[in-house]
Nanobody, 124 residues
């Protein structure tokens, strides 16, 4: 069984930084596109960033462009999300997810396996 475990969340002040990690077990990571998504209370889960299976393509939500960076280390079976210049509106539970497909999409419904999430809280 595949398992995804996020870590690295926490409480930071606006303008600060956090680096999230997602450790994946049970599969060959290089075969999967990986995405980061977030969900605030009462809101829909939204796309944050995606990295292709090889790492050659990255996509970001407009709200995080220039501030967040997604990366992956397939040898370590880990995906990262470096978050800089954090804003209070970034507060949410952040999830990583995997997709096995020829295509790369932003829709959370296109991702089959999900981690448990890690809380990110940004204070004003």
């Amino acid at each position: 069984q595949v398992q995804l475990v996020e870590s690295g969340g926490g409480l930071v002040q606006a303008g600060g930084s956090l680096k999230l990690s997602c450790a994946i077990s049970g599969r060959t990571l290089s075969n999967y596109h990986m995405g980061w998504f977030r969900q605030a209370p009462g809101k829909e889960r939204e796309f944050v960033a995606i990295i292709s299976n090889t790492g050659g393509i990255t996509l970001y939500a407009d709200s995080v462009k220039g501030r967040f960076t997604i990366s992956r280390d397939n040898a370590k079976n880990t995906v990262y999300l470096q978050m800089n210049s954090l804003k209070p509106e970034d507060t949410a539970v952040y999830y990583c997810a995997s997709r096995f497909s020829m295509t790369i999409i932003k829709d959370p419904k296109g991702y089959a396996d999900w981690g448990q999430g890690t809380q990110v809280t940004v204070s004003s």
